[in-house]
């Protein structure tokens, strides 16, 4: 059975700090891998897709790597707009896109 | 296009009541995609359309839930006989098709006492 794990399961840092996300997951025929950003009580927002292993995409101060078994969404210099809920889903060929519990990162001035 | 739009944004209904929710995707976007999502955890699929097709649906889909989208346009989530259980947030997503991320709603928090 496919599966997501994130880890942290929260992260607090100082504003300026940066840091990583983890996403691991086991699946059948990897068609994709997306990094989501979910704030308190909205739908989550995307934010990258990644097909293959070594590609990796930027948007401001993020950016996202894949490997054969993982995903990192590196956050260089973080601001406390940053502060979200940060969400992996892998799309695999059952056509099902399975979602992590996600990393409550939260950035302090 | 304004995006995903989901209603309502909240319901709260007494146990054993059935409602519904609507969800009125992306124009361009012919897959639409339900999900619901408890505190602390990620969404969890429970259905898909490809137009007015539905093409798949997950094992917490119970007999209690069915998703409509007619004409492939607007879609709606009814659940009959509501539970304790049910109480979650329903989101509902679309894209313009496989391999796409997905543009989510706001989504319709549902609150069964």
């Known amino acids: 059975e496919d599966q997501v794990t994130q880890s942290p399961e929260a992260l607090r840092l100082q504003e300026g700090e940066s840091s990583s996300l983890n996403c691991s997951y086991t699946v059948s025929g990897l068609r994709g891998l997306f990094w989501y950003r979910q704030d308190p009580g909205k739908g989550p927002e995307f934010l990258f897709t990644?097909?293959?292993a070594g590609e990796e995409k930027e948007k401001e101060r993020l950016k996202a790597t894949l490997t054969k078994k993982e995903s990192f969404l590196h956050i260089t210099a973080p601001k406390p707009e940053d502060s979200a809920t940060y969400l992996c889903?892998?799309?695999?060929?059952?056509?099902?896109?399975?979602f992590g519990a996600g990393t409550r990162l939260t950035v302090k001035p | 296009d304004t995006g995903v739009s989901q209603d309502p944004r909240h319901k709260i209904t007494k146990r054993g009541q059935n409602v519904t929710f609507r969800c009125d995707p992306i124009?361009?976007?012919?897959?639409l995609y339900w999900y619901r999502q408890t505190l602390g955890q990620g969404p969890e699929f429970l259905t898909y359309?490809?137009?007015?097709?539905?093409?798949?649906k997950s094992r917490l889909l119970s007999d209690r839930f069915s998703a409509e989208r007619p004409k492939g346009s607007f879609s709606t989530l009814e659940i009959q006989r509501t539970e304790q259980g049910d109480s979650a947030m329903y989101l509902c997503?679309?894209?313009?098709?496989?391999?796409?991320?997905?543009?989510f709603g706001s989504g319709t928090r549902l609150t069964v006492v």
């Open positions: 124009s361009e976007h012919n897959r």
């Open positions: 990644l097909y293959s």
């Open positions: 889903a892998v799309l695999s060929n059952n056509n099902d896109m399975r």
């Open positions: 997503a679309s894209s313009p098709g496989t391999g796409h991320g997905y543009t």
């Open positions: 359309f490809q137009n007015e097709a539905q093409l798949e």
